[in-house]
């Protein structure tokens, strides 16, 4: 079993910059790969962001890439999302997943634990 808690989300305007973490407890966190996915009000749960186990290897969203930025610490068991340039269309409910079958995922499928999410509003 693995637990996962975001924190750092909140009202940001358009241009401003936030920082996501998500905590995780339980089953080894450096072995697995981990996820952000966000949900916007009506509509499907989408990737944004992955990283492998190491680190070593990242994967990115389209609509994100070049403005935000996964890492991971082993060590505080710890994935941050830094998101910069934020725009309305960010907006949405953010979550933290991790993949324990997968060596990194970009599907919601592919995810077996989540956060209850935090929620990012981008105003403009």
């Given at each position: 079993q693995v637990q996962l808690v975001e924190s750092g989300g909140g009202l940001v305007q358009a241009g401003g910059s936030l920082r996501l973490s998500?905590?995780?407890?339980?089953?080894?966190?450096r072995m697995y790969s981990m996820g952000w996915f966000r949900q916007a009000p009506g509509k499907e749960r989408?990737?944004?962001?992955?990283?492998n186990w190491s680190g070593s290897s990242t994967v990115y969203a389209d609509s994100v890439k070049g403005r935000f930025t996964i890492s991971r610490?082993?060590?505080?068991?710890?994935v941050y999302l830094q998101m910069?340039?934020?725009?309305?269309?960010?907006t949405a409910v953010y979550y933290c997943s991790t993949g324990i079958r997968v060596p990194i995922g970009t599907r919601v499928?592919?995810?077996?634990?989540?956060?209850?999410?935090?929620?990012?509003?981008?105003?403009?």
């Open positions: 998500c905590a995780a407890s339980g089953r080894t966190f989408e990737f944004v962001a992955a990283i610490d082993n060590v505080k068991n710890t910069n340039s934020l725009n309305p269309d960010d499928d592919d995810m077996d634990y989540w956060g209850k999410g935090t929620l990012v509003t981008v105003s403009s």
